[in-house]
């Protein structure tokens, strides 16, 4: 009888535990890890008599999610000169190469943000670079590229 009981015993004790954690198990199932960020920056040339320290910078996230890449940038022109600061953006096609599909300008501070779906796998790239200056002189700086492996 001793034996019936602490057998009935540890069986009610092994569903009592099984049943407190398929709760959980149940709740976590549905949930997905959040998508690693990756992180971009740069900036724009500079003129002559100008210090490193006067040109207009970014930064940048993006990410790949249900099936499409999700940016922001940040610009900031830093020396206040009237001048507007210039981003583009252009993206790699496997197929046709370098596209440039945006052109943002600021004459300040600014963010965007914008997103580009996979378009059956083509989308395998894209490069930022910041320009800032009159509409006839932009000083370029080096484009921040990056490819997806």
Same mark, same amino acid.
């Given at each position: 009888?001793?034996?019936?009981?602490?057998?009935?015993?540890?069986?009610?004790?092994?569903?009592?535990?099984?049943?407190?954690?398929?709760?959980?198990?149940?709740?976590?199932?549905?949930?997905?890890?959040?998508?690693?960020?990756?992180?971009?920056?740069?900036?724009?040339?500079?003129?002559?008599?100008?210090?490193?320290?006067?040109?207009?910078?970014?930064?940048?996230?993006?990410?790949?999610?249900?099936?499409?890449?999700?940016?922001?940038?940040?610009?900031?022109?830093?020396?206040?000169?009237?001048?507007?600061?210039?981003? *583009? &953006?252009? #993206?790699?096609?496997? $197929?046709?190469?370098?596209?440039?599909? /945006?052109?943002?300008?600021?004459? !300040?501070?600014?963010?965007? *943000? &914008?997103? #580009?779906?996979?378009? $059956?796998?083509?989308?395998?790239?894209? /490069?930022?670079?910041?320009?800032? !200056?009159?509409?006839?002189?932009?000083?370029?700086?080096?484009?921040?590229?990056?490819?997806?492996?």
């Amino acid at each position: 009888m001793l034996r019936r009981l602490l057998a009935g015993t540890v069986l009610a004790g092994a569903l009592t535990t099984a049943l407190a954690a398929a709760p959980a198990d149940a709740a976590t199932a549905g949930v997905s890890a959040a998508p690693k960020v990756h992180t971009f920056s740069g900036h724009s040339g500079w003129g002559a008599g100008e210090s490193k320290a006067k040109r207009s910078t970014f930064k940048g996230t993006w990410y790949y999610k249900d099936g499409g890449y999700y940016f922001h940038v940040a610009v900031k022109d830093n020396d206040h000169d009237k001048q507007k600061s210039y981003l *583009e &953006f252009w #993206y790699h096609d496997a $197929k046709k190469g370098w596209e440039r599909t /945006r052109l943002y300008f600021t004459a !300040g501070e600014n963010e965007w *943000e &914008f997103a #580009y779906g996979r378009d $059956k796998g083509r989308f395998d790239g894209f /490069r930022v670079r910041l320009g800032e !200056g009159t509409s006839k002189d932009y000083d370029w700086g080096a484009f921040s590229t990056h490819f997806f492996r």
